[in-house]
């Protein structure tokens, strides 16, 4: 992560590798705004592949292995979290 980073703030921008991911349209997150009726319904015939999205999703190479930069940068906020936690535990008053 901290390549990435430096790779960011001081060079061109991170190394990452675009892949195109197909999404169902039926399985985005919907908001409720009502009723039923007014969410999202596909229709067709059966055994029509149901209609889909395709957006890049980028990721990251490390050993040889992609892994999702939204997944990466996940698991990076989460133990930056846990660091904050600690350290504000850790420096408490006493009383």
């Not at 390549?3 to 061109?12: N, T």
């Not at 197909?22 to 007014?38: K, N, T």
């Not at 592949?49 to 890049?56: A, I």
């Not at 999702?68 to 504000?88: A, D, H, N, P, T």
Request: charged share 25%; hydrophobic share 35%.
């Amino acid at each position: 992560m901290n390549r990435q980073r430096i790779a960011i703030v001081k060079l061109k921008g991170a190394e990452t590798k675009p892949e195109f991911v197909s999404v169902p349209i039926a399985e985005l997150r919907q908001e409720s705004y009502g009723p039923p009726a007014y969410g999202l319904h596909v229709f067709g015939p059966p055994g029509m592949e149901p209609p889909s999205l395709q957006w890049k999703d980028y990721k990251f190479e490390f050993s040889g292995e992609k892994i999702s930069v939204i997944e990466v940068c996940k698991q990076y906020l989460e133990y930056l979290e846990r660091l904050v936690q600690g350290f504000i535990r850790d420096n408490e008053p006493r009383s």
